[in-house]
């Protein structure tokens, strides 16, 4: 396996549920990402970990949990969701966060697409 | 408020013609700004960049010109090929939010046989 890939690729669940989104990344990067995708809107982003350490959480509630075990793994714990969440949820990695006028590319993975009833 | 908007959600091409997609942001502390495309089903993958520096960047039929003062980007294929059909997305960066990038909603592009 090559790049980044995301299981499953599709979910239903139902507000009462519990389930985890993953993602792994084969690239080497340090830094990953989820990003939230609802439909006729922009990718938002949710959460960022650079080498295992959250860097940016843009005011997500709580109902989403991210993980970091490594570097190369990155879950999103969902639980007690609202059908409002229904969304293509994102995960990507970059080498590493870089700032300044150069940026690392980001790599996305295929996305799951999650739908709650 | 979007920060970056791409106001038309779709065109049409004829292969072999030009294909121009239009990006607006409104922040003026965008310095670094991408173009992603995504095939139905897969995730968006990286296709060209350019820095505030410069005003233009080419890589084989894809260039992206970028007008600071408009605060206007755009994607320019030609020649325009079937496979290019997909949807692209711009995305923009300030130096001072690390590596958070701001997306517009995408455009979907179809070229025509």
């Known amino acids: 396996e090559t790049g980044v890939t995301q299981t499953p690729r599709h979910l239903v669940m139902g507000m009462t549920n519990k389930k985890s989104l993953k993602c792994e990344q084969h690239?080497?990067?340090?830094?990953m990402y989820w990003y939230k995708q609802s439909a006729k809107k922009p990718l938002e982003l949710m959460f960022v970990?650079?080498?295992?350490?959250?860097?940016e959480n843009n005011s997500v509630p709580s109902r989403f949990s991210p993980e970091c075990p490594n570097s190369s793994h990155l879950f999103l714990h969902l639980h007690t969701l609202q059908p409002e969440d229904s969304a293509l949820y994102l995960c990507?990695?970059?080498?590493?966060?870089?700032?300044?006028?150069?940026?690392?590319?980001?790599?996305f993975g295929p996305g799951t697409r999650l739908l709650v009833l | 408020d979007q920060q970056v908007k791409q106001n038309s959600p779709s065109l049409s091409v004829q292969e072999g013609r030009i294909s121009i997609l239009n990006c607006d942001y409104t922040n003026s502390m965008f310095d670094y700004f991408l173009w992603y495309k995504k095939y139905p089903a897969e995730g968006p993958t990286f296709l060209i960049s350019?820095?505030?520096?410069?005003d233009k960047n080419e890589d084989g039929r894809f260039t992206v010109f970028l007008n600071k003062s408009a605060k206007h980007l755009s994607l320019h294929i030609v020649p325009s090929q079937p496979g290019d059909s997909a949807v692209y997305f711009c995305?923009?960066?300030?130096?001072?939010?690390?590596?958070?990038?701001?997306f517009g909603t995408g455009t979907s592009l179809t070229v025509i046989p």
């Open positions: 690239l080497g990067h340090n830094a």
């Open positions: 990507a990695s970059s080498p590493e966060l870089a700032g300044g006028p150069t940026k690392e590319t980001q790599y």
């Open positions: 350019i820095s505030s520096i410069k």
């Open positions: 970990y650079n080498f295992k350490e959250q860097t």
């Open positions: 995305a923009a960066s300030a130096s001072n939010t690390g590596n958070q990038f701001y």
